[in-house]
Structures are given as structure tokens and as C-alpha cells.
DNA sequence: TTGAACTTTCAAAACTTTATGAAAACAAAG
DNA sequence: CTTTGTTTTCATAAAGTTTTGAAAGTTCAA
């Protein structure tokens, strides 16, 4: 296999993935292209090397900085916008937990502290093993929230740690 | 909330939450209602109370006992078949944990394995590049796969380590 | 101010996934 | 063997998602 095979394998194995978890495939066969090239590429760029059209990869990518995974730049004397995306992969991985995070635990934890306030006649044995469940997959969550944070907030701290080293 | 209206929006915040992951929203709203309910039930009892087709619930059914996630169950004198949901969430977390590395982790790797053997000039900078970056993935995921792998067999163990405890 | 280069939006079309329900298959009881 | 209650299958329908591309919007140099 060659590098342009290599890559191209690469796109297509990410894409699918993607598309197994929420990320839908585009989204994620960009970010794939991105990682792959070292240098910055134009809309334009991606459009040719994926065949998609102008809006799904201006959509797409739109998405991709919003989850932190990709960044505009701009290259002097060029009037295009330019995109890269963040190649250390485990703040990818910090990045794609955060927003995971917010969009899916967050919300289920909400509703999770509401059911535990069921009314009911508290002698209710229907009642009492509802409360236990919901109990157990609370606690549950709380400990997946702890870790999951956890694991977010060691990446930020490595991060300002560096950054303070460049600056002193 | 009473505890009727406590367990319909468990449903169906459960089935909207697995949606957004890989599993599609009948079967996370059988999985919920099973959770909830302290007694096996039947296809039809399912049917009625989620308003779906019996080709729908037999199809969904089926798949949550692949997951190992439920259980048909017999009841003596009863013809029908009937399901309960494995109420332990840790056991819960783990059957997904070890599904999802499966059908998700397990084909990626075996795709890195094969880009590492990308073929081309050594001294060429570009595919030096992409090696590297396909490296720091493969790393990555070999440290994910560890710490899942690892997960998965804390639970086995400590099922095993009480299945003996209770036939000693 | 104009117009060329570029980006964004959005309604409609293409595609993918999921659900339905009638028919086939199966299994227990008579 | 036949009847009856039940589960499974599968072609088709319905719902949901993604993509397209043309039009509108923006930016900037001249």
C-alpha cells in the first residue's frame, strides 16, 4: 500500500466510525483529511479531494470548530480561509469527551434528579423499587460525570502548565 | 410527578439518550421499560405499553439479548415468552463496554495495524508524516483498549469471585 | 461604490434507517 | 394430524437524515 492509498484507506476507515457513534460520516471524513495533511487546507480543497459539495463542507466544518477539533487560519496574501485540525490526539480525545459530556450526560443527570422526587404513598412497593433504580443509575452517573471530568480537566491542566512554561 | 408519569419519561429519555449513541430509540426505550419494571413482561405487554408493531418489538427484543442486556425468561404455565432487563447498571455498563469495543475499537485497530506498513522513499517527509501521525493513534487506541479490556474483566471477575462465594 | 472572490444559508432531492403488518413458520395441546 | 396460540420474517411504507446547488450575503481591493 501507498501513501495516497494509505490516506485514503485512513478517510474511509474514520468516516465509518464516525458514523457508528453521533458524528455523522462527512464531519468525520473531514476530520480525518485534516489530520492526515500537515499543512492547512481551503473548502475548496476539501470539496475536490472528498467530492462533496460546497455546503455540506462548509456545514460540516462549521461543526468541527465548534467541537474544538478543527481551526480556521489564515495564510498571508491568501484571500481563502484555511482549516487544520488539532493533531495531538489525546486532546481529541479531551475535546470529543467535553462535548460528549455536555450534550448526553449532562441532560440524563438532569432528568434523573427529577424522577427521584416521584410522589407516590411511600409504603408503595412499586414505588420503593423505581426509586431504587433510578437510585443506582444516579449514582452511576454521578461517578461517570467525576471521571469524565476528571479526565478533561487533567488535559487543561497540562495545557495551562505549558503554557506557563512558554511564558515565563 | 407521580410514579406512571416518572417511568414514561424515563423511557423516554433513556431511548432519546441511546439514539444519540449507536443504539437505535425502540430499543433503548425496551431496555428502559424492562429496567423499570420489576416483572417479566410479554411481547404483547411491550407492544401495548410503547404502541409499537410486534415485527418491531421481536426485532428489538432480539437484539438487546444479543447485547446481553435481557433475558427471556419462562414462566411455568404461561405459552408466551416473557423478557426482564439485567437491573445491575455496572453489569449494565460493562455489556455495552464490551459490545461497542467489539464492533468499534477492535476493526479500527486492526485498520492502523495495516497503515503502519505504508509503503514508499523512507526519506520521504510526507509519509514520514502520516506514519507518525498513525502511530500516536495506534498508541492511543492500544491505551484505550487496555483500559477497557481492563474494565470488562473487573466485572467478570468480581461476578465469578460471587458466583463462588455462593455455590461454596 | 463597484464587482470579484469567497462564505453562508436553505428548500428540495437523494439517501438511509427504522417500523409496519400480513404471511409464513413453529410448537404445544388435543 | 389439526387446531390454536405464538414467534419470526420480510417486502413495503414511513420517518429521519444528509447532501446538493443555486441564491443571498459578506468582505475587500481598486
Known sequence: MNLAEAKAQFVQTWGSLGAQWGINRTMAQIHALLLVMPDPLSADDIMAELNISRGNTNMNVRELINWGLVERVLIPGERKEFFVAEKDIWKVATYIA???????????????????????????????????????????????????????????????????????
Open 98 to 168: 467535553r462535548e460528549r459530556k455536555k450534550r448526553e450526560l449532562d441532560p440524563i443527570m438532569k432528568v434523573l434528579q427529577q424522577l427521584q422526587q416521584a410522589e407516590g404513598d411511600p409504603r408503595d412497593k412499586e414505588l420503593k423499587a423505581f426509586k431504587d433504580s433510578i437510585s443506582n443509575i444516579n449514582k452511576f452517573a454521578s461517578q461517570t460525570d467525576k471521571t469524565i471530568s476528571a479526565f478533561i480537566k487533567s488535559e487543561e491542566n497540562w495545557f495551562y502548565s505549558s503554557l506557563l512554561k512558554l511564558i515565563k
